[in-house]
């Protein structure tokens, strides 16, 4: 348990020392340091702060499809299985139609809108059904899709370029101040789904054996689920909709680590940080000048690798 942490540590702060430090540009670490341009300006101001959205993002999305892997006991559950993603798009979407420059303010509301909403469906008295929750993403989702290609019909050239580019998801440099908030969200909110990590041992089995056992199961569906949205909502809101990594990042390390949420959530933090920095290093220097959306990046990546754990799991079992 301590080795996995430690390694999955070590492998963050690689990509956090070196990723900067990659570059269409070669830089020169004593000038930048040393506060001369443009190295300095080039590190500090366009590296630096997409490495580190790139690693929020990558933690916050592998924590999340952890969660709701567990919670709705499907292997295929993800970030975007509630439709809070689509929601985000949506608010984006609209945003860029009527020419408003808020766009990240505009996913957090369309975010915010879809989780209230499926939240409301699937509460059944006093209880929150996690079927009922799993049906209503999955039509919030069509019907956000629906409502994002009539948006896109609509839209002129410029707008529909714009449309094309933000949901094929993508890190972009950004304010530390909005790094700052960013972090006071993630953070905490996956440092408190971690600290519950044994009672998702629990309830990766079964509400009923969850409550046989003391655990509150209306508390912990309701706290993963708006952990999960919350999570998958802020990250939308600032890179777009980016997929396979909470779905590959958490599964390689259960086929790997086993499926203690002790082992499993903290790496997955950590690991889902670091797979989405080196893709987004990968994104911005394998046809340099020209960027590849990270998305296909972790696609491309992801799929193949994912590929082989699976084989190699499968040869293991026969032997």
Same mark, same amino acid.
């Given at each position: 348990?301590?080795?996995?942490?430690?390694?999955?540590?070590?492998?963050?702060?690689? %990509?956090? +020392?070196?990723?900067?430090?990659?570059?269409?540009?070669?830089?020169?670490?004593?000038?930048?340091?040393?506060?001369?341009?443009?190295?300095?300006?080039?590190?500090?101001?366009?590296?630096?702060?997409?490495?580190?959205?790139?690693?929020?993002?990558?933690?916050?999305?592998?924590?999340?499809?952890?969660?709701?892997?567990?919670?709705?006991?499907?292997?295929?559950?993800?970030?975007?299985?509630?439709? %809070?993603?689509?929601?985000?798009?949506?608010?984006?979407? +609209?945003?860029?139609? =009527?020419?408003?420059? =808020?766009?990240?303010?505009?996913?957090?509301? *369309?975010?915010?809108?879809?989780?209230?909403?499926?939240? *409301?469906?699937?509460?059944?008295?006093?209880?929150?059904?996690?079927?009922?929750?799993?049906?209503?993403? !999955?039509?919030?989702?069509?019907?956000?899709?629906?409502?994002?290609?009539?948006?896109?019909?609509?839209?002129?050239?410029?707008?529909?370029?714009? +449309?094309?580019?933000?949901?094929?998801?993508?890190?972009?440099?950004?304010?530390?101040?909005?790094?700052?908030?960013?972090?006071?969200?993630?953070?905490?909110?996956?440092?408190?789904?971690?600290?519950?990590?044994?009672?998702?041992?629990?309830?990766?089995?079964?509400?009923?054996?969850?409550?046989?056992? *003391?655990?509150?199961?209306?508390?912990? !569906?309701?706290?993963?689920?708006?952990?999960?949205?919350?999570?998958?909502?802020?990250?939308?809101?600032?890179?777009?909709?980016?997929?396979?990594?909470?779905?590959?990042?958490?599964?390689?390390?259960?086929?790997?680590?086993?499926?203690?949420?002790?082992?499993?959530?903290?790496?997955?933090? =950590?690991?889902?940080?670091?797979?989405?920095?080196?893709?987004?290093?990968?994104?911005?220097?394998?046809?340099?000048?020209?960027?590849?959306?990270?998305?296909? +990046?972790?696609?491309?990546? *992801?799929?193949?690798?994912?590929?082989?754990?699976?084989?190699?799991?499968?040869?293991?079992?026969?032997?």
């Amino acid at each position: 348990m301590t080795r996995s942490i430690a390694f999955s540590l070590a492998a963050l702060l690689a %990509v956090l +020392i070196f990723a900067p430090l990659i570059g269409s540009t070669h830089i020169d670490l004593a000038k930048a340091l040393a506060g001369k341009s443009p190295d300095h300006e080039i590190l500090f101001y366009a590296r630096l702060p997409r490495v580190l959205l790139a690693l929020l993002a990558g933690a916050a999305l592998a924590v999340t499809g952890v969660l709701f892997q567990c919670l709705l006991r499907d292997p295929l559950a993800e970030p975007y299985t509630l439709g %809070v993603s689509s929601g985000a798009s949506v608010g984006a979407v +609209i945003a860029i139609c =009527l020419g408003f420059s =808020l766009g990240g303010a505009a996913s957090l509301a *369309g975010a915010a809108a879809v989780l209230i909403l499926v939240l *409301g469906i699937a509460w059944e008295g006093r209880r929150l059904s996690s079927f009922t929750l799993l049906l209503a993403g !999955v039509t919030m989702n069509s019907m956000c899709f629906a409502i994002i290609l009539f948006l896109h019909n609509l839209a002129n050239f410029s707008q529909s370029f714009a +449309i094309s580019r933000w949901l094929m998801g993508g890190i972009d440099a950004v304010e530390y101040s909005t790094l700052g908030w960013l972090a006071l969200a993630v953070v905490p909110v996956c440092a408190l789904v971690i600290a519950r990590a044994r009672q998702w041992n629990l309830m990766a089995i079964g509400e009923d054996w969850a409550a046989a056992r *003391g655990v509150s199961t209306n508390t912990y !569906v309701a706290l993963g689920y708006i952990a999960g949205a919350v999570l998958t909502g802020l990250v939308t809101a600032l890179t777009g909709p980016i997929g396979f990594v909470g779905l590959i990042v958490p599964h390689a390390l259960r086929l790997r680590l086993g499926a203690d949420h002790r082992v499993l959530l903290p790496c997955s933090f =950590l690991l889902g940080a670091a797979f989405l920095g080196l893709c987004d290093t990968l994104s911005r220097t394998v046809l340099a000048p020209t960027e590849i959306p990270v998305g296909v +990046i972790t696609a491309l990546c *992801g799929g193949p690798f994912f590929i082989w754990l699976l084989r190699s799991k499968r040869r293991s079992l026969w032997l």
